[in-house]
């Protein structure tokens, strides 16, 4: 990725079931707080504001800016008590380096797309925000932002999977 907009389209019903798949999945519910962090130009941005207002849970809207700041982070997710929120990896990686990040014990999903999730930085979710899901997803944006998904779990694996597909798609390697 080169981490600029492309411009790609996407059918409403695409969106539609990636939204109602993360629902079943993962269950947002009228205690969740979704942190919107993503800018609007990208793609993961889509299910950050709309799959929280479709399930009753709040969203919290960061300001410009602070998705590249993790004391800002730490900050935004004990302020709001954010339970679910987006990374890509390198990002993650960056976070976790913060000093106040075992403080976030409101996270219950921490959802990771974009880039390949290193073994290292899953380690550092189960080692500083153990009561934290961590979800590695991955899809190209013309595929309605992600079509595999991966819980993760320590089993000694040297590279994170990128998993299954998501509802009502399948995926083949060519």
């Given at each position: 990725s080169t981490g600029k907009?492309?411009?790609?389209?996407?059918?409403?019903s695409a969106l539609v079931n990636r939204l109602c798949w993360m629902q079943q999945a993962y269950g947002l519910d009228g205690s969740d707080t979704?942190?919107?962090k993503t800018p609007f130009s990208f793609d993961v941005s889509v299910w950050e504001f709309f799959w929280p207002l479709m399930s009753g849970a709040r969203l919290a809207v960061a300001g410009p800016g602070d998705h590249r700041d993790?004391?800002?982070?730490?900050e935004l997710i004990n302020q709001h008590?954010?339970?679910t929120l987006h990374f890509v990896?390198?990002?993650?990686?960056?976070?976790l380096q913060d000093e106040q990040v075992a403080s976030c014990s409101s996270l219950k999903r921490i959802v990771c797309s974009g880039e390949a999730l290193q073994v290292d930085a899953q380690?550092?979710?189960?080692?500083?925000?153990?009561n934290?899901?961590?979800?590695?997803?991955?899809?190209?944006?013309?595929?309605?932002?992600?079509?595999t998904h991966w819980t993760c779990r320590d089993e000694g694996r040297d590279t994170v999977p990128i998993g299954q597909p998501i509802a009502n798609l399948a995926t083949y390697v060519l």
């Open positions: 907009p492309k411009g790609a389209g996407n059918r409403h979704v942190l919107q993790p004391s800002r982070l730490v008590q954010v339970s990896p390198s990002m993650l990686q960056v976070f380690q550092g979710v189960f080692a500083k925000l153990p934290a899901g961590l979800f590695n997803l991955y899809g190209p944006t013309e595929a309605a932002i992600d079509v």
